[in-house]
Every structure is written in structure tokens, then in C-alpha cells.
């Protein structure tokens, strides 16, 4: 993707130990040079992986460093890098994991300073399908201008492979409160008259229209967005699902939870996420 992009590359592996942290009984020397050690031996694993996937234009660096919570160190060589765009792997995670919000991927989707790109599979050859989850009515805190930048992302990421984008705005027929943790099943919901779909429809082909899409490729379902964008980006053969996060607090992502959350674990393609904060 780096040398797609004609980017600098910066390989970041983050270390942690409890059992040499000293943090449980007073440091010492010994458990100083511990730390070093498993530091150097990360080193020497991304400089093998640096020197195997460098060449034609592409000089990774590398960074090894003992951090923890590990989210904190990426975060932090993130900044001092001036990225971009941070990659990611990532895997299922269990409810109790969702529901305790504090592994890895979810604390980069909240303090990542850039996108973030969380990557499942093996293996890249550009992106052949990207689908965008848009929100033109901002109806769950998403900031005006902000479709247009997971847009532009959609495209500038299919253009990797000559790719075509979808663009898929969900929405529910109701106004509700859903006092279940992120994940969960959606409660009934109340009819809003205010709401009609034909609105829905309307603001998603503006926005496609400004973005050239054709008709085809503009899918507007009805129901709760943690459940359809999994399936429809499965339906579609979809490699990447462009989003967007915005930041809530504790007690509200407790309420109503996150969409870019709920929706990661029932994907199994990549997932790029944009911040209202974040660049492009």
C-alpha cells in the first residue's frame, strides 16, 4: 500500500512484559536489561520484515518500543511519525471484550490522530470493491462534510486497483434509546414521522451525484446499521468498508455504543476508519 502510494513507511512494534515491567516488586538492573532484550529482539524482527518487503522506491523504517497499554505506544509513534494513515491488524473479538471496550482496535478507533486502516487478511492487491457508509442526515452525531471525506477516501483507496466504490447509507424507520452494550440486539422502535425515507434517499443521491457515482452503486437500506453493513458489504463482495467514528463519552458509548465498533466484529473484509478530527 506504501509503495502504491509512493508513502513513507514506518514499521512500529510495541513490547510488554509484565513479568520484567517491575512494576509489581522494585526494578533493578536485571529486569532493565530484560526489558532491552525483548526490545532489540522486536527490532531484529521488523528490520527482517523491513529488508523483506523493501525495494522498487520503498525504505521502511523501524521503531521498537516498550509501551503499555500497547494503544499508547502506537499512538504516540503515530504522532512522532506525522502519519497519515496507521495500519492495523485485527481479529474477533469476544462480548466481553466489546463490552468491556478496552482491547487495542477499539482504543485506536477512539485516539488513533489519523485514519485508521484495521486490516484482516492476509496478503493486498489493491482494492477491487469499497463500499462508504455515509450518514448525509446526521443522525448519529456525524459532522457535515464528513461523507464527502469518507468518499474521497473510498475512491483515492479503490483507485488502488482500478476499483469501484459503493456507497450504503442505513437508517431506522424509528427514534430510539438502545439500553444494551455495543453489539446487542436493536430494541422496537418508535415511528418519526419527521424522518421519511424518500429524505434518506434524496440526501444520499446528492451525495452521490457529487461524487459520480451511478445509481447502481447506491444502496439505502432500512434497519440498524450494525447489522446491515456487515451484510451487505458481504452480499457485494466487498474488500474495504470506508467509515466514519465520532468520539462520545464513556457513559455514552455505554448507552448507545459505537457504530465503527459494533460493526467491526460482523465484517470480514478491511476497515477504514475517519474522524471528524483527521485528516485525509
Known sequence: LARTFGAQLQLVGCVYDPYVAGER?????????????LVEQRRAELDALAA????????????AIWAYPVYE??????????????????????????????????????????????????????????????DPMHTHD?????????????ELFAGTAAGEVHVLHCYLTGEYVPLTAPGA??????????????AHREAVEALARRHGLAPDRIHIKAGDARQLIPDV????????????????????????????????????????????????
Not at 518487503?53 to 525504505?59: I, Q, S, V
Not at 496507521?86 to 481479529?91: A, C, E, I, L, W
Not at 478507533?109 to 489519523?114: E, M, N, Q, S, T
Request: net charge negative; with cysteine; proline share 5%.
Open 185 to 198: 440486539a436493536v430494541p422496537a422502535l418508535f415511528y418519526n414521522r419527521e424522518s421519511p425515507a424518500e
Open 25 to 37: 516488586f522494585a526494578d533493578s538492573p536485571d529486569l532493565k536489561a530484560a526489558r532491552e532484550a
Open 73 to 134: 505506544g502506537l499512538v504516540t509513534a503515530c504522532q512522532d511519525f506525522a502519519a497519515d494513515l496507521m495500519v492495523s491488524g485485527t481479529f474477533h473479538h469476544s462480548a466481553l471484550q466489546r463490552f468491556g471496550l478496552t482491547n487495542t482496535d477499539w482504543q485506536l478507533i477512539r485516539h488513533a490522530p489519523c485514519p485508521l486502516l484495521l486490516v484482516r487478511n492476509d496478503g493486498f492487491s489493491g482494492y477491487h470493491k469499497v463500499l462508504a457508509a455515509v
Open 142 to 154: 456525524k459532522p457535515a462534510g464528513l461523507d464527502d471525506r469518507l468518499l474521497d477516501a473510498a
Open 233 to 280: 458489504a458481504a452480499e457485494l463482495g466487498i474488500q474495504l468498508v470506508v467509515m466514519g467514528a465520532v468520539s462520545r463519552s464513556r457513559l455514552k458509548r455505554l448507552l448507545i455504543g459505537s457504530t465503527a465498533e459494533a460493526v467491526l466484529d460482523g465484517l470480514r473484509c478491511d476497515v477504514l476508519i475517519l474522524k471528524p478530527e483527521s485528516g485525509t
Open 52 to 63: 523483506e518487503h523493501g525495494g522498487d522506491g520503498l525504505t521502511p523504517s523501524v521503531q
